[in-house]
């Protein structure tokens, strides 16, 4: 006996645009439908401590986040900067903070950010209570308490 329209399970059915009219969901103003299949569905943010792109390393630690620029900035650095004589390329940021920091560190942030594999532009990462977004070229970080800073080649932020 052969059965038109009906085609696996009902897993398999109700993801399918073939699926009988009896299976199909309709959504009312009062629900929200959220198909698991959909290609246009965000993806799930990463949890990651340590995580780069092309053009950036982040790591969360206890006591705070920090991003570092790996392209050589464009913006001005402040006069009070100038005497580390090191580029002022990391911003960091406490969980607490409503403010983060410019640094001018001229060190590795971590010896093993380096070798974690670059997340495409557009990944969400979050960890410790910190939600970054990589940019084209940066970051932009927030913390639990509306903390926000965002370091790019052209420019960084130390608040909202």
Same mark, same amino acid.
Do not use: W
């Given at each position: 006996?052969?059965?038109?329209?009906?085609?696996?399970?009902?897993?398999?059915?109700? =993801? =399918?645009?073939?699926?009988?009219?009896? /299976?199909? *969901?309709?959504?009312?103003? +009062?629900?929200?439908? $959220?198909?698991?299949? @959909?290609?246009?569905?965000?993806?799930?943010?990463? @949890?990651?401590?340590?995580?780069? +792109? %092309?053009?950036?390393?982040?790591?969360?630690?206890? %006591?705070?986040? %920090?991003?570092?620029?790996?392209?050589?900035?464009? #913006?001005?650095?402040?006069?009070?900067?100038?005497?580390?004589?090191?580029? &002022? /390329?990391?911003? #960091?940021?406490?969980?607490?903070?409503?403010?983060? %920091?410019?640094?001018?560190?001229?060190?590795?942030? +971590?010896?093993?950010?380096?070798? $974690?594999?670059?997340?495409?532009?557009?990944?969400?990462?979050?960890?410790?209570?910190? $939600?970054? $977004?990589?940019?084209?070229?940066?970051?932009? &970080?927030?913390?639990? *308490?509306?903390?926000?800073?965002?370091?790019?080649? @052209?420019? #960084?932020?130390?608040?909202?």
């Amino acid at each position: 006996m052969l059965l038109a329209g009906c085609a696996g399970t009902d897993a398999d059915s109700a =993801s =399918s645009p073939s699926g009988t009219p009896a /299976q199909d *969901v309709v959504a009312t103003p +009062s629900e929200e439908v $959220t198909p698991a299949d @959909d290609a246009s569905s965000p993806v799930p943010a990463l @949890d990651l401590a340590e995580f780069r +792109s %092309e053009s950036v390393q982040c790591v969360v630690r206890d %006591e705070g986040l %920090e991003c570092q620029l790996q392209v050589e900035p464009t #913006y001005t650095i402040p006069d009070k900067y100038l005497e580390f004589g090191v580029p &002022c /390329q990391s911003v #960091y940021l406490t969980p607490t903070a409503t403010e983060g %920091e410019l640094g001018c560190a001229g060190d590795v942030i +971590s010896e093993s950010v380096g070798f $974690t594999d670059a997340l495409p532009v557009g990944t969400v990462v979050t960890h410790g209570g910190f $939600t970054c $977004t990589l940019l084209e070229v940066g970051a932009a &970080c927030a913390n639990e *308490v509306g903390g926000e800073v965002e370091i790019t080649a @052209d420019a #960084y932020r130390l608040a909202r």
